[in-house]
């Protein structure tokens, strides 16, 4: 039987479905890189992946084990070139994310006196405006989704994104195609309903009257999760 997690990993993993051979870099914990392999071993075998640091793969090893096959070196001069040449799909984390996507990593409260202090913008402004970016957000709270972000770091549809793929939490899977380019309710997981998703969002969503559910992984893809994370951090990464 799929965990939450297992479901979460392929919803992420469906981020990527299309893209080709372009670089899936997935940040932020164990959902994300299982993510992009998961992707590149199952419907998306183009996809380039990386070990984390400064190596292509050529295969695709377990989480924490290093790749026995190298395609290629990829230092940070190498990774500038493919975000700014659009050739770089991210899934991001964010402490804060609005109704257009704005999302922040950068503090909480006051940026002249935060209440707290996050890790600043890092690479979120040239992602979102050069490259397919999509988030993973484990804990799908009000305090997250936000009516206002305390600072712009990866910026929304509403400030010219280039792409904002989808949004995947512990409890849904939402993306932007609506009209007016705000965040709409895609699928809820299993055993998730949409008010719930309703309830834990601080500002109103697009909601369809029939809300898909979020598809379970296949017999192949948990086969292929097993191997990848043995040891289940996955299932550390997503609240029951």
């Not at 493919?82 to 704005?102: E, P, T």
């Not at 402004?125 to 305390?150: A, E, L, M």
Request: net charge negative; aromatic share 6%.
């Amino acid at each position: 039987m799929a965990s939450r997690a297992d479901v979460c990993v392929v919803a992420c993993a469906e981020a990527f479905r299309g893209d080709g051979e372009i670089l899936a870099a997935g940040i932020g914990g164990a959902v994300t890189v299982l993510a992009a392999r998961l992707a590149r071993l199952t419907f998306e075998p183009e996809l380039l992946t990386h070990d984390g640091v400064c190596l292509l793969t050529g295969d695709v090893p377990a989480l924490g084990q290093a790749p026995e096959v190298v395609e290629g070196w990829l230092p940070f001069r190498e990774h500038l070139w493919l975000v700014l040449n659009g050739r770089r799909h991210v899934m991001l984390g964010a402490s804060q994310i609005d109704r257009y996507g704005n999302t922040n990593i950068s503090c909480i409260g006051d940026w002249a006196r935060p209440k707290a202090q996050l890790l600043g913008v890092r690479g979120a402004p040239g992602n979102t405006r050069c490259d397919p970016t999509s988030y993973w957000i484990p804990r799908h709270s009000p305090k997250v989704f936000v009516p206002q972000v305390d600072l712009v770091s990866g910026i929304g549809t509403d400030r010219g994104a280039f792409e904002l793929r989808r949004v995947v939490t512990n409890l849904a899977v939402l993306d932007f195609r609506t009209p007016d380019g705000a965040m709409r309710l895609v699928s809820v997981h299993p055993g998730v309903s949409a008010d719930d998703v309703v309830a834990a969002t601080g500002f109103d969503l697009h909601v369809s009257e029939n809300v898909a559910t979020t598809r379970e992984p296949t017999t192949e893809e948990l086969r292929v999760l097993d191997r990848l994370d043995p040891e289940r951090a996955r299932d550390r990464e997503v609240p029951a």
